[in-house]
């Protein structure tokens, strides 16, 4: 070990002395392991304390307090630092007060490998022997950690060959996990383009206007191509593009909501939905189709496993096509589109829709910022703030022709599809890594002919 000091926190304000840093909780390890840089909070701290845990690449940053037996959650989880976190976040960050920095010599021990080895400890529960507890929180055992756990593999070469192999299983997730935020980015634009912006309809009163053919000016906004492009696209694809541009109006309305495209309506959530209300057995659940707040992740990002089933004999059931909603402030925007059968806690809201084929639509509907604003605005409750379910069904929006939701869900669908391909897939790339770490630093198996498992 060449270097560890504890981490700092500052201040939410900036002040005299005070210079602005990236500050890596232990809640943020995980995500940041998975190239998720966007949790990560911002902070002001003196500059002397951050000029001595300036993080570098290869550092370690090892969480120290924070998990507990009730969740199940140990502490000890630890992040390599790379290239990328840094200049994702700004290139000064730092750990934070419940984290350790640890530099190792690079020249004895792959930092890398040596966090593969923590992963190992976790996975076996090993970690759990570097812990103590106090008032409910556990507590890690750095120093004792240190002076006690040695590489499992003592040759330079394997370890970096060890450790570079497992992290491709993460670059692939981590691919997979973009891939994924651009196909949800898309889908939400296109929601945007369609039925805020109106965009369709604009370009086909532009058109009027200027004397020039509004079906054609529409399917321009639609596809984003030129004229030049449309005469190129193969006649099938042309013709169902010109369906859907004739389902926008060409004109413009007065509402209560203000103007909206000519021949839409105005509508509440309550005449496209209801709130799922079936039961299941506990029983007849698992970790992984159990939802609760905690397990469902930030922006539209999916369901994590959950850590443990509730001691009840039934909960709320959801069904694949569902949308789920977290029910507590300030975490209403995590949001879902089931791709599963499941159960669910209290906490997490589940919308049903009343129209078949628009299961889509309606999640697009409940992602926009002024659904969640309007939950934020309506919560009731003072120790934590729950939405109020019939302010949340009476919330209104210009509500486009059952046609044209058909044609966006459908639109669309193929991305949900993809993304539930890829999010199987990243579990099944999980899987194998996890399993073949422990082979791999016991020696069992060599990365050559794990790679070649792998493979086949």
């Not at 926008?248 to 495209?261: T, V, Y």
């Not at 949900?416 to 899987?431: A, D, G, T, V």
Request: proline share 4%.
């Amino acid at each position: 070990m060449l270097y560890a000091i504890g981490g700092g926190w500052g201040d939410e304000q900036p002040g005299a002395g005070k210079v602005r840093v990236a500050v890596i909780r232990g809640t943020d390890i995980p995500k940041l392991r998975g190239g998720d840089h966007s949790s990560v909070p911002f902070r002001y701290e003196s500059e002397s304390k951050v000029r001595s845990r300036l993080l570098q690449v290869g550092d370690i940053v090892i969480e120290v307090s924070g998990g507990s037996a009730a969740s199940k959650q140990h502490t000890g989880r630890a992040l390599l630092v790379t290239a990328e976190i840094l200049q994702s976040l700004g290139g000064e960050v730092i750990p934070a007060s419940f984290c350790r920095l640890l530099r190792l010599d690079a020249q004895q021990v792959h930092p890398g490998f040596m966090v593969r080895q923590i992963d190992w400890f976790h996975q076996s529960g090993e970690i759990a022997e570097f812990e103590n507890q106090s008032t409910g929180i556990a507590n890690f055992q750095f120093n004792r950690f240190v002076e006690e756990v040695h590489p499992v593999i003592k040759e330079l070469d394997a370890q970096a060959a060890i450790a570079d192999y497992i992290s491709s299983f993460d670059c692939l997730i981590s691919l997979n996990r973009r891939i994924n935020q651009t196909l949800e980015a898309m889908a939400q634009a296109i929601f945007k383009s369609w039925f805020v912006d109106f965009d369709p309809v604009k370009a086909k009163i532009a058109a009027i206007e200027q004397g020039e053919d509004p079906l054609r000016a529409a399917m321009r906004a639609i596809s984003g191509k030129t004229d030049a492009e449309l005469d190129q696209m193969p006649r099938e694809h042309h013709n169902q593009l010109a369906a859907t541009a004739a389902l926008f109006p060409d004109a413009m309305e007065e509402s209560e909501l203000g103007e909206i495209p000519k021949g839409w309506t105005i509508k509440s959530v309550s005449d496209l939905t209801r709130f799922a209300t079936g039961k299941i057995e506990v029983s007849s659940l698992t970790v992984d189709n159990y939802i609760s707040t905690e397990n469902m992740l930030e922006q539209r990002r999916g369901i994590s496993r959950a850590t443990s089933l509730p001691a009840v004999a039934t909960v709320p059931t959801f069904n694949s096509g569902h949308v789920l909603i977290s029910n507590i402030r300030p975490y209403f925007k995590k949001i879902w589109l089931a791709r599963f059968d499941g159960g669910r806690s209290n906490d997490v809201l589940c919308f049903e829709t009343k129209e078949k084929g628009c299961q889509e639509f309606l999640y697009n509907l409940l992602y926009q910022d002024d659904f969640f604003e309007f939950m934020m605005r309506t919560s009731k409750g003072a120790k934590m703030p729950r939405g109020d379910k019939d302010a949340i069904a009476g919330w209104k929006f210009p509500c486009a022709s059952l046609e044209l939701r058909h044609a966006f869900s459908e639109k669309v669908r193929t991305f949900y599809s993809f993304i539930e391909n890829l999010n199987l897939e990243s579990q099944q790339l999980s899987q194998l890594r996890d399993t073949l770490l422990p082979k791999l630093l016991s020696g069992e198996l060599s990365v050559a002919a794990s790679d070649a498992k792998s493979q086949a």
